[in-house]
């Protein structure tokens, strides 16, 4: 899963200018990487669902990981239960991640 997501992320990267400053929401890219009020940097969904956070890019995207895993798998546990929204989500997150 990490693989894809950095894969992803680093497509988009190459087709950006560098930044120095606060980073900022990457198009085309699963991740949106902010900086929070004690400089740490949080990557999330698009949507802001999910999140990790971390000191690098690399950390925040680890943590972002396995909070998505963790985050797959109470949706997949509760599957019976779940909202439309929900299913939806879960059927997305299936699709992007067939074998997690």
Do not use: N, W
């Not at 087709?15 to 606060?22: C, G, L």
């Not at 895993?69 to 546990?77: A, G, I, K, S, V």
């Amino acid at each position: 899963m990490i693989e894809a997501l950095k894969l992803a992320t680093e497509a988009t990267r190459r087709a950006e200018p560098s930044r120095t400053t606060r980073p900022a929401a990457r198009p085309h890219s699963p991740i949106v990487f902010e900086l929070d009020e004690e400089c740490q940097l949080i990557a999330s969904d698009p949507h802001g669902a999910v999140y990790g956070v971390g000191a690098t890019e690399d950390e925040a995207v680890a943590d972002f990981e396995y909070a998505l895993t963790e985050h797959l798998l109470f949706l997949r546990e509760h599957r019976d239960e779940l909202s439309p929204r929900l299913e939806a989500q879960l059927y997305s997150l299936e699709r992007l991640f067939p074998d997690h």
